[in-house]
């Protein structure tokens, strides 16, 4: 009976530290690499470009315009601006949350972050809309070359 | 006998084997004291460590979403900003785009007979056209202004392509146009 009793005590003192040790190191970890600006990044193939120049530049203030692709015709289904979406034809407010934001960012970098199959007429009035902020630089968003060891194209 | 092995084990000294086997009173307290330290250390880890791998889990998903993509620094079409404000330059290089069905593209620099094939071909042809040392006879400066004039129905990865051949080749100053209807 007395032997029963110990053996049940030894199974509960198992010893759990350095495995939270590991845990809370690769918590750490990934908080440190995560991108919270993954939410302003729907899913959409930027151009895949020959020797591409696209250069990679960590910590600026930026605000993403994406064009969402309606399957491969062409046409736009939605622009998202940072995490807010927009339908395809209201080009004002774009416009309006632009120069919003430059306002109270006045570094914001604007990249424009289209999808490959987007037909050039339905990336263009979005170009004019963000040239009416205000803006003459934006960013064009594209996969670094393929010989760069940062790339990982997403399957 | 079987409370007495107990105690013994739980200290695990042998003097204390001496003061169980004199008195009852000195077993009971050494048994206390003795069961005192291991409820301490019974502290339950466990709904922590839940908690902890659902962070773990979350970040392993989250984390590397957009790796592998890279920005091209670029000048907006004509409008009120400061990219119209170049005054009026003496030979632009204009590139046409023209969409022939699908996915394919027709590239053409104007004032040149011979259309590029490919983004690599306007890429060294474009290259060709640039003074420099090496080169000292080609027609166009680095800071001339390039021009691309792609039609509406041109996909965005041409357009894109050939303000990177323009930029590849050392061109400064790349430049949209509005589409030709």
Known sequence: ?155 | MAEKSKTVRAKGDADHLHDVGKTDTIHHESTRKAARPKKMADLNLTSMLDVCFQLLIFFILTASFAVGEGILPAELPTGQGKASDTEAPEQPIKLFLRSLGGDDVSIQIEGSPTPPRDFRELFSVLQGMQNSPSNPTAPYNADDPVIIKPDGTVKWVHVVNTFNAAIRAKYTNVNFATPNK
């Open chain 1, 1 to 155: 009976m007395a032997k029963k009793h110990e053996v049940e005590k030894q199974e509960v003192s198992l010893n759990l530290t350095s495995m939270m040790d590991i845990v809370f190191q690769l918590i750490i970890f990934f908080l440190l690499v995560t991108n919270f600006t993954s939410a302003e990044l729907p899913e959409l193939e930027p151009p895949d470009l020959e020797h591409s120049e696209a250069i990679e530049i960590d910590g600026r203030d930026k605000l993403v315009i994406n064009i969402i692709p309606d399957s491969s015709t062409g046409m736009a289904k939605a622009v998202q601006v940072g995490m807010q979406k927009i339908p395809p034809g209201a080009y004002n407010q774009l416009t309006d949350i632009v120069s919003q934001v430059k306002t109270d960012r006045p570094d914001v970098e604007i990249d424009l972050r289209a999808d490959a199959s987007i037909n050039y007429e339905n990336v263009q009035p979005v170009m004019n809309a963000i040239t009416a902020a205000g803006v003459a630089r934006i960013n064009l968003v594209a996969y670094l070359d393929a010989s760069n060891p940062k790339r990982e194209k997403r399957e």
